[in-house]
Structures are given as structure tokens and as C-alpha cells.
């Protein structure tokens, strides 16, 4: 699934970029209300915000006085020793809606990703709504950069300043897009990276640019093998009348979804300055949808939020997967991309979202994006590469980075390992047991800490044996045993036994007493079957599990004859296993417990919820 996407002053350039499509003749007379600022600096994982204070503003230019405040507080920030991405909300004239909004920044300000809150004295210097506008050149500083997930290879220049039209404040957003069809013309070629959104983009000063840059080249630590620094320099110059005047908008032409993955660099799209999410996004894949139970829906899957965009700002968490937007079905990222590039800033569009198995219909008002979401997974079958001279080995599953939105997710404070997002039918890690959403720690006793280390380390294993795998699952630390195993070092002759190969100890049998379920997933529920409770001695696997809910299927479909579905896989936690068929989307759970009595009392307690028509059930 995914790199992170990266984290280019999106705050920064938030305010900055949605001004380009305000119209420029604004209304003379001045409004009065409420803003608040803050600096999120992600190299150490600390906000800084004002309080609330009155500010005027007029109509129309709530986002340009909005970026001109957040150059003012991040001078207070700099001042106490801190730095970071600057952004102030559009001022509004009602407190309670900047009150409610400054109290949703430091939710996610001292959240388990950013941690760290202090809040900052800041008084906004006098405004005269009937300055005249600046004169003359300023200087702004940009830089560029590209990262490609599936090379595992990132670049960018250092920082450079440019000499702008002080009267035109979209003068220098106009020159980033022409750097960026430069920079994807002429630069990445010669990196042999394809156009995964390449982007330059502008700065207020070298010091923000500078952490800026910082913070794109971060992201790739320990997840790309190489990141080169660039010397480029872009050639390009603004048209006469682009200097002379306000640029309107830049170009937001949508990429159509059968275009909008990755392409060559002879067929690039320039990076859309649009209305944006502020959240990475891939497709949920076919494992990952049947444990989102997601059936034959599609949609664009969050991975990770972007602390102060639209996408947290509206709720939206990873694993959530986006099914409508705007009324619009949305079939993976691609399209969802495609959508969001046409649609205006400031939209307020409604979203039907996948979370915990079940529809949830949110809203998420848009603004201006630097980037557009782009896939984080990487399949750990592609890590081979003829280049490599170590061996490599795979046991069938794909993964991806273990980030910090994932570990909230997955309700983890670990920072190393990968997650499996999907497994391969038939190949070692299925028929071993592994299951999406599983993060493997260690393979060998020795730390996976990135995706390229699995395959090295199997690499190390003679083809054909079978590893032990240190696994974190539901909260829970698990040794698995898992084989065997692809790899490029021989097979061992004949006769001769591998000296670290895991021993393959069954699982014990336990008595336990059960419970099953079916029920359709349309119609909120009206039809099912239950189960009595029944004695059960086996062990407790999924394959077990399965075994004996198709038993219970069976059972239900002698009533009524091919009235349910069989699901394909299921998934266990604690006492509860679940699985969806994927013909009908029928529903099937279970309950087991070591108590009887806590079996029949849940049971009952089942009943209480939804009546359904009981059978008798013994899968012995």
C-alpha cells in the first residue's frame, strides 16, 4: 500500500494557495471577528498556538490577511527558540466557530502524534485596510522535490530565492508551477523516478523553506534505500502580464482516473494546486477489504491524516475508506483525486465513508492542496531487483511502513516493524496464519525495521524452510511460525537439516463453549440465523474457526436450501471470530468462552438485541 505522503508545509502553502481563486476585486467596506494562529513544527513533534483574537479583515481576502498573520506569529515562535509550518484559520465573526476550531487543532496538537502544545501571547500588529499594496521586488525561496514509493527513492534541490512582483502575491505560486513542469521535464529523467507528483513550491523565508525541506527529506528516512540532494536550478521566467498582474488561479485541470496513477516523465501531469484533503489515501487490497469487511465496495482508503488539514479537521481517520464524494462513487485514489482537483476551495462536499463496518456520512469543507494523495504500500514480492547483489527472500505478503497514524490506528507505541495489508493466497504467510493487520517485529530474532529488511533477512534462510516470525496482534506479542519460505540462497542438499528453522509445535486443544451466527448485511439486519451454544474441543486457530462456521452454514442451509454464503476467510480477536461472504455479503459471527454460563448469557443477550430463528448446532 503506501508511502506517507510528503509533508510539504501543507499548512503553510493551505492559506496561500486557496487565495488564487478568490475573486480580485473584493468590497471595499471592513469586517470584524475572530482568528487564531499556530506553527506546527514535525521535527520535534510541538505546537505552537495564539489565542483567539479579534481581527478585520476585508471581504474576499480572508485568506491572504489569514497568510499575513501567520508570518506575524511565526515571528512570536521564532523569537521563543521554535520553528516549524505556519497557518492561521480565515478569520470568521463568529467566536464560538473559532473557539470550536482552535479547541480541534489542539486535540490533534496533543495527540499521540504531535504531543507537545504551548501556547503563545500574540497581539496582531495595527492593520490599514487602505495601504496601498508593496512595491517593487521581494524575495521568496523554493525548493523542489519527488519521492517514488516503488524505487524507494526520493530527491530534492536545495533551497533558492527568486526575486518576485511584491504587488502580485500570486506571482510566486505562478512560478511554481512552471518550475514543477521544468523540474518534471528536464530533472526526473536523468533520476529515472517516474512523475509521482513532483512539486516546487515557495517560501516566505530561507528559514522556512529550510524546514521544510528538512521535514520532505525525513520522511524518507528508513523508508526509500536513497535520497539524492539535487543542485538544479530552474530557467523558467514569468510572462510580462503575470508580473504585471494578479494571476487568477493556477491551473487545476483534473487528471482523469485513468491517468491519474503513476506515469512516465514524458507523460507528467503538473501537480494540481487545488482544493485538497490534507490525508494519504491507496486502494484497500482484496485482504484488507475482507478485514474492513468491505464486501464488493470500492472506494480510496485513508492511511494517514494530516495534523490541521480539512481530512482531520472533518474527522476522517486511517482505515477509514472513502465510498462517495460529493455524491460522486469513487473507485480508489485515482479517482477520488480526480474529483477533489475539480472541485473549489472552501467546498463543503459530503462524504460516505466505510468505518467499523458500517456507512457513517461526514462532511469536509476543502482547501487548498500541494499535493495530491498518493499510495504508501509496497508490495514485499517487488523488493527483488537483479541490481542487489544480497539474497532475497519472500513468504507472500505485501506491506507497508509502520507509521505514526497507523500505530494510533493499531493502538501500538511501537515504532518499529511493518504491517501486513495483504496475503497472498496459497503462499507461505496465508497458510501459515498470518493475517492483515498484523505487524511483524522481527524475523530470525533480528528488528524489521523498514520494508526492505524482511526480504533481506529471509534472503539469509535456504529456500523452502520455515521461520519464525515475531508478530504484534491485537495487542498482543505472538512468535509464528511461518513457511516455507521463497528465497534466492539454494535449498539445503538432501538429508542436511537448517539449524535455525522454526520447530512447528501444535496448537493445544481446548474445551470451549460456542455460539454462531449469519445475517444479511442489507435491510439493517431483518433476516439471520442463530445457533444454540454448543460444546467445541479444538484448537483455537482461524482455520479452525472457519472449519467450523462453514459446518454451521451447512447446518443453516439445510432449513433453507442455498439461502447462505460460506465466507472465503474470517478473523479472530479474543472470543469473537468474523468473516463476510463475498457473493451476498452475508455476515457471520461467533462467540466462545471456557464458561458456559458466560456463553449462554451472551447468548442471551444476543436475543435481547435482534431476535433471530434459532437451530441446533453440534459440529461434532
Known amino acids: 500500500m503506501q508511502r ?72 512570536v515562535v521564532t523569537a521563543v527558540g521554535g520553528t516549524g509550518q505556519k497557518a492561521c484559520y480565515p478569520p470568521n465573526e463568529s467566536k464560538a466557530v473559532t473557539d470550536s476550531q482552535r479547541a480541534e487543532v489542539k486535540r490533534l496538537g496533543t495527540s499521540t502524534f504531535l504531543q507537545k502544545w504551548q501556547d503563545l501571547a500574540f497581539t496582531p500588529k495595527p492593520w490599514d485596510p487602505e495601504q496601498p499594496p508593496p512595491s517593487g521586488n521581494q524575495t521568496r525561496y523554493f525548493f523542489c522535490s519527488v519521492g517514488d514509493p516503488d524505487l ?17 502575491p ?23 523516478l517516474s512523475a509521482v507528483y513532483p512539486s516546487c513550491l515557495p517560501f516566505d523565508s530561507m528559514a522556512e523553506a529550510q524546514h521544510a525541506r528538512a521535514v520532505h527529506k525525513g520522511v524518507f528516512d528508513g523508508f526509500t534505500l536513497t535520497f539524492v ?31 491519474a496513477g503513476k506515469q512516465g ?55 477509514d475508506v472513502i465510498l462517495e464524494f460529493a455524491g460522486q462513487a469513487v473507485s480508489g485514489p485515482a479517482e477520488l483525486q480526480a474529483i477533489v482537483a475539480s472541485t473549489r476551495a472552501g467546498y463543503r462536499a459530503p462524504l460516505q465513508v466505510w468505518r467499523k463496518q458500517a456507512l457513517l456520512n461526514i462532511s469536509i469543507t476543502l482547501s487548498a492542496s500541494v499535493q495530491l494523495p498518493v499510495p504508501v504500500a509496497m ?16 513468504i507472500g505478503v505485501e506491506i507497508t511502513k509502520l507509521t505514526p497514524a497507523l500505530q494510533q490506528a493499531l493502538n501500538t507505541a511501537s515504532t518499529d516493524g511493518v504491517m501486513v495489508t495483504s496475503t497472498m493466497p496459497g503462499k507461505a504467510a496465508e497458510e501459515s496464519g498470518m493475517r492483515s493487520g ?5 524475523a530470525l530474532d533480528q528488528p524489521v525495521r523498514g520494508l526492505n529488511d524482511l526480504a533481506i533477512i529471509l534472503g539469509q534462510v535456504p529456500d523452502g524452510q520455515t521461520v519464525m516470525l515475531r508478530i504484534l496482534r491485537g495487542g498482543r506479542t505472538l512468535d509464528l511460525p511461518v513457511g516455507p519460505i ?67 452454514i451447512a447446518r443453516a442451509n439445510e432449513a433453507e436450501q442455498a439461502r447462505w454464503d460460506s465466507p472465503a476467510r474470517i478473523y479472530c480477536e479474543a472470543s469473537n471470530c468474523s468473516g463476510m461472504s463475498t457473493q451476498r455479503h452475508h455476515m457471520m459471527t461467533s462467540f466462545c468462552s471456557a464458561d458456559r454460563q458466560q456463553a449462554d448469557e451472551t447468548l442471551i443477550a444476543s436475543e435481547r438485541g435482534k431476535l433471530l430463528p434459532r437451530i441446533e448446532f453440534n459440529p461434532k
Not at 524507494?152 to 502580485?168: L, Y
Not at 523558467?236 to 494571476?247: E, I, Q, T
Not at 465496495?297 to 491524516?305: E, F, I, L, S, T
Open 4 to 75: 506517507k505522503s510528503p509533508s510539504i508545509s501543507f499548512c503553510q502553502t493551505l492559506a496561500a494557495l486557496a487565495m488564487l481563486g478568490l475573486a480580485a476585486s473584493a468590497q471595499a467596506q471592513v469586517k470584524k471577528g475572530f482568528g487564531f494562529c499556530y506553527v506546527q513544527d514535525l521535527t520535534k513533534f510541538k505546537t505552537y498556538a495564539s489565542p483567539v483574537f479579534p481581527v478585520s479583515w476585508k471581504p474576499g481576502d480572508e485568506l491572504p490577511r489569514s497568510e499575513a498573520l501567520a508570518t506575524e506569529f511565526l515571528a
Open 152 to 168: 524507494r527513492k526520493g530527491a530534492a534541490t536545495s533551497v533558492f530565492p527568486v526575486e518576485v512582483p511584491a504587488a502580485n
Open 170 to 192: 500570486s506571482a510566486a505560486f505562478a512560478l511554481a508551477e512552471l518550475y514543477t513542469e521544468e523540474f518534471t521535464r528536464d530533472v526526473l529523467p536523468g533520476l529515472r
Open 229 to 259: 540532494d539535487l543542485s538544479w536550478r530552474p530557467t523558467a521566467r514569468l510572462p510580462d502580464a503575470a508580473s504585471a498582474g494578479p494571476v487568477q488561479r493556477i491551473s487545476t485541470k483534473s487528471v482523469p482516473a485513468s491517468a
Open 265 to 319: 516523465p514524458s507523460a507528467a501531469a503538473a501537480p494540481i494546486f487545488a482544493d485538497g484533503l490534507g490525508a494519504t489515501f491507496d486502494a484497500p487490497t482484496p485482504s484488507l477489504s475482507e478485514a474492513l469487511q468491505l464486501g464488493q465496495r470500492k472506494g480510496a482508503m485513508v492511511v494517514n491524516v494530516i495534523p490541521g488539514g480539512a481530512a482531520a479537521a472533518a474527522g476522517l481517520k486511517p482505515l
Open 379 to 394: 508490495s514485499a514480492s517487488t523488493l527483488s531487483s537483479p541490481a542487489r547483489p544480497l539474497p532475497r527472500g519472500l
Open 438 to 442: 498484523d505487524v511483524i517485529l522481527q
Open 486 to 552: 521463497r528465497s534466492d540462497t539454494p535449498a539445503l542438499p538432501a538429508g542436511r537439516t537448517y539449524a535455525f528453522a522454526a520447530k512447528i509445535v501444535p496448537l493445544p486443544i481446548v474445551k470451549r463453549f460456542c455460539y454462531m451466527q449469519v445475517q444479511t448485511t442489507q435491510d439493517f439486519f431483518d433476516k439471520g440465523v442463530r445457533s444454540n451454544v454448543f460444546e467445541l474441543d479444538a484448537d483455537e486457530s482461524e482455520k479452525t474457526a472457519l472449519r467450523v462456521m462453514t459446518a454451521f
